[in-house]
Each structure stands twice: as structure tokens, then as C-alpha cells.
């Protein structure tokens, strides 16, 4: 089983940044992917951007270009960089792992990023 503990949440204005990272536990060894989705209010969760084990980054079309995912395989944890920030990325984010890139079987409790205008 695995365990993820995102952070890094809060507020920012249009236009600024925040970070998220998630630290990973447990069975890491069955990771070999992680990723970051989104929930905003009355909305179905998205994916947002999703690395593999050697580094492969793949990324939504509203994030590309402003998002950077990246992750310390040493350290466990999985890194959200967010820049460019706009009022419609507000939502609640979660980090995820699993055995692939597209299939993600572990869950963290989610971290509410919000973007004023």
C-alpha cells in the first residue's frame, strides 16, 4: 500500500506561482508513475500533468507551457511546479501513483490551490 502526503497549497494571485510536492510511502516500489489531477467545485477530477519513472512528462492542454511536473526518485516525492497562474486552475489537487501513467491506484488527500483574479 502506499501512502501520499501533498503540500504546498494556498493562495496566489493571477499571473503568480505556487509549488505542490507529494511525498510518497509505503510499497514505493510499486510506483513506477506518479501524477497530479484536479477537482474544482461542481466539476469531475482532471488530470493535470503525470511523469513516469524515467522522467517521460506528459501534460493536460489548459497547463502545458505553465505546469512542470517533475519528481526526486531519491526523496520519493513528486513536484508540481505552477506558474501563470489563472483563476480557472483554482481547485482542489491531488497527487496519485500507480504502475503506469495511465493507470493510478494510490491517492493523496488532496491540497486546495486558489487563484483570485
Known amino acids: 500500500q502506499v501512502q501520499l502526503v501533498e503540500s504546498g497549497g494556498g493562495f496566489s494571485q493571477a499571473g503568480g506561482s505556487l509549488r505542490l510536492s507529494c511525498v510518497a510511502s509505503?510499497?514505493?516500489?510499486?510506483?513506477?508513475?506518479m501524477g497530479w489531477f484536479r477537482q474544482a467545485p461542481g466539476k469531475q477530477r482532471e488530470w493535470v500533468a503525470r511523469?513516469?519513472?524515467?522522467?517521460?512528462?506528459y501534460y493536460s492542454d489548459s497547463v502545458e507551457g505553465r505546469f512542470t511536473i517533475s519528481r526526486d526518485n531519491a526523496k520519493n516525492t513528486v513536484y508540481l511546479q505552477m506558474s501563470s497562474l489563472k483563476p480557472e486552475d483554482t481547485a482542489v489537487y491531488y497527487c496519485?501513483?500507480?504502475?503506469?501513467?495511465?493507470?493510478?491506484?494510490?491517492w493523496g488527500q488532496g491540497t486546495q490551490v486558489t487563484v483570485s483574479s
Open positions: 496519485a501513483a500507480g504502475p503506469n501513467i495511465l493507470d493510478f491506484d494510490s
Open positions: 509505503g510499497s514505493i516500489r510499486s510506483i513506477n508513475a
Open positions: 511523469i513516469s519513472r524515467g522522467g517521460s512528462t
